[in-house]
């Protein structure tokens, strides 16, 4: 069984930077991709961003681009989202997934969940 736990939430004004991360634990995990997803109050969730879990590739939802970075670190089993330039309407509670899919932005392309963290930003 895979677990994934976020951290890494929190408040910030417009124009800052925050960091979430997300450490999976589980007996053998080597998922083909990991994701970053968000949900608005009222919103559907949306995709983040994607990094595939061997090579590294990473893909962006077009409301992120430029301004969110996402990483991994293999030996920790962690992978990161980097959050710049952020802006009110980036506030949401962020997930993040691991998967064995290839429509990355999809949420059926993943098979575990985080409880998520809150990211609050301030206008």
């Known amino acids: 069984q895979v677990q994934l736990v976020e951290s890494g939430g929190g408040l910030v004004q417009a124009g800052g930077s925050l960091r979430l991360s997300c450490a999976a634990s589980g007996r053998t995990f080597s998922p083909s991709v990991m994701g970053w997803f968000r949900q608005a109050p009222g919103k559907e969730r949306e995709f983040v961003a994607a990094i595939t879990w061997r090579g590294g590739t990473t893909y962006y939802g077009d409301s992120v681009k430029g301004r969110f970075i996402t990483s991994r670190d293999n030996a920790k089993n962690t992978v990161y989202l980097q959050m710049n330039s952020l802006k009110a309407e980036d506030t949401a509670v962020y997930y993040c997934?691991?998967?064995?899919?290839?429509?990355?932005?999809?949420?059926?392309?993943?098979?575990?969940w985080g409880q998520g963290t809150q990211v609050t930003v301030s206008s």
């Open positions: 997934a691991a998967g064995y899919g290839y429509r990355w932005s999809s949420m059926s392309a993943y098979d575990y």
